[in-house]
């Protein structure tokens, strides 16, 4: 770790009102506030070295220099781990950048990768599945999403609870995918699975309870099911009221 110090008092100067005195004292890991505080950043910031540099840049929305970063690692990549990692943080930068079919080129280099180095059931390959599910659906590319999220589905059901959060996410998104081409039946299914591991596995007025009433009553409304569809928007709102402040848009 680097020189840290402490800010002990300051204080306006006596002789010029426009310079502020400020006492310091040096500070190490043996601080309880520093290390708290470290530990929260290798929490937030994964990775060694020009790695986490990376992870760093990305989260502070420096796209181009963590793509420049990443494409001098790659560069100099020397085993199959360190560049399926590197494709997959370029997806990233070009996700955020919202260059979605670039994101995709990159993560499917990734996924061929982790493919052949992991087990088929992997729990890291559901999540780049889920990943570049989730990029397919941004561009609608329904059939292309529906196919990565079934994967992603797929591993979850195997290494998850049942009534994992995750796989409640999971069940949402392929429903959310069957919504948009129109399959509502399809869609409604893995909608109220997802309902069911959330009302068992979330307090009773989490917003991700909102979302899914939200979603099945929209997917009945769009079945012509108005009464059903009215009964789950209304207990949508019942939450949103009561988890949300009065100003919230």
Request: glycine residues 6%; without cysteine; proline residues 4%.
């Amino acid at each position: 770790m680097h020189t840290a110090f402490r800010i002990v008092e300051i204080t306006q100067t006596p002789s010029n009102s426009r310079l502020w005195e400020v006492q310091l004292t040096i500070t190490d890991e043996s601080d309880p506030q520093l290390s708290t505080l470290t530990n929260r950043i290798k929490e937030e910031i994964s990775g060694e070295g020009w790695y986490r540099m990376g992870h760093l840049m990305l989260k502070l929305g420096h796209f181009d220099q963590a793509e420049e970063l990443y494409n001098e690692l790659l560069n100099s990549a020397s085993d199959d781990g360190d560049r399926a990692h590197i494709y997959h943080q370029l997806g990233r930068v070009r996700k955020d950048r919202g260059e979605y079919r670039e994101a995709a080129g990159f993560l499917e280099k990734s996924l061929k990768v982790y493919e052949r180095i992991l087990s088929p059931n992997d729990p890291e390959l559901a999540t780049m599945y889920n990943n570049i599910g989730l990029v397919y659906n941004n561009i609608g590319d329904y059939s292309k999403a529906l196919k990565y999220y079934e994967k992603a589905n797929k591993i979850y059901e195997i290494y998850l609870p049942p009534t994992h959060p995750e796989l409640a996410i999971s069940y949402n998104n392929i429903g959310g995918v069957y919504d948009s081409v129109g399959e509502y039946s399809e869609a409604l299914e893995y909608y109220e699975k997802s309902l069911k591991i959330r009302e068992i596995s979330l307090p009773a007025n989490h917003p991700d309870l909102a979302t899914s009433y939200n979603n099945i009553g929209i997917t009945y409304y769009e079945m012509y099911e108005y009464s059903k569809a009215l009964a789950y928007l209304e207990k949508a709102l019942s939450i949103k009221q009561k988890s949300l402040s009065s100003t919230h848009p």
